[in-house]
């Protein structure tokens, strides 16, 4: 649900957020509600401030029941880049909290109205730390692992993280309302959010890479310039393992090299992606030359 527009990022609103909302009020929590948002709201922002920092456009920012993300478009994310914009949240949740805890402290005054805000950027700022997909440490973890391992890999150890986590947390949920007669429906619906989030980056991880790859093009249109990277491809190499070998962060150009090693051809990544939708993933790199070569 979109509220509005803040220059290019529009900012979006989840359904399930209008819920949390109508149920605050009625239990007398609006007061602590507007607190927990006026939180994620400085949260999110610092994540788009250090993204436009960084050269990088944030498409929409999205509040949603246990939290936020903002998503960005136009050129790939680097590593680097991914650590950074994901570390600026929990820090700024930190920063947000020390201001406040010196403000309490020369001002006592004011303990009994910030109390649950100070608390609140604390407890924002530990749980997003959890190397967990889709949390903000899960993204700074996944960064990480992108010096050892291949994008889809990396995403992948992170969303099973986040989904034994989750179904950790919404298996006790459900041993404390069984078998103990508690009902916690905060802790309930957490770690329903966090399996069905962490699933969905999980199936989206085998994407991502073409998804980058795509996005380059939006980049290439507003001005961007692309770095450019070299690879060499058996003529026999199925498409689809071609592809896997491509970097999402540059422009590739891939020499397409017979049993001798010798250069039979030359092809760049949108031939391939092309060649794909219409040959298939298993069709070789070598029948994509003899296409462009009737063409």
Known sequence: MKLFQLGNTQIRLHPGLLLVLVGATILGLLWRLLQAMSALVLHEISHGIIAASMGYRVD?????PFGGVARLNGRPISPKAEFCIAAAGPLCSLVVAGAVSLAIMFLPILGDRLDYFLNFNIALALFNLLPLL???GGRMFRAFLLCFMKP???????SWLGIIF???ITLFSLYLLLFLSI???FLLLMGVFLLAAAIRELRAAPQAKLSSMLRRKDAFVHGEALQIR???V???MPCGLALSQLSAAKYNLLFVLDEQMKVIGQLDEVELLEGIARNGHEAPVAS??????VC
Do not use: H, S
């Open 234 to 236: 058996r003529a026999n």
């Open 166 to 168: 989750g179904a950790g």
């Open 288 to 293: 994509l030359l003899k296409k462009r070569a």
């Open 134 to 136: 889709p949390l903000d």
């Open 183 to 185: 009902l916690n429906p």
């Open 60 to 64: 929409n920012v999205e509040f949603l």
């Open 230 to 232: 070299n690879a060499a």
């Open 152 to 158: 889809y890999f990396a995403t992948a150890v992170a």
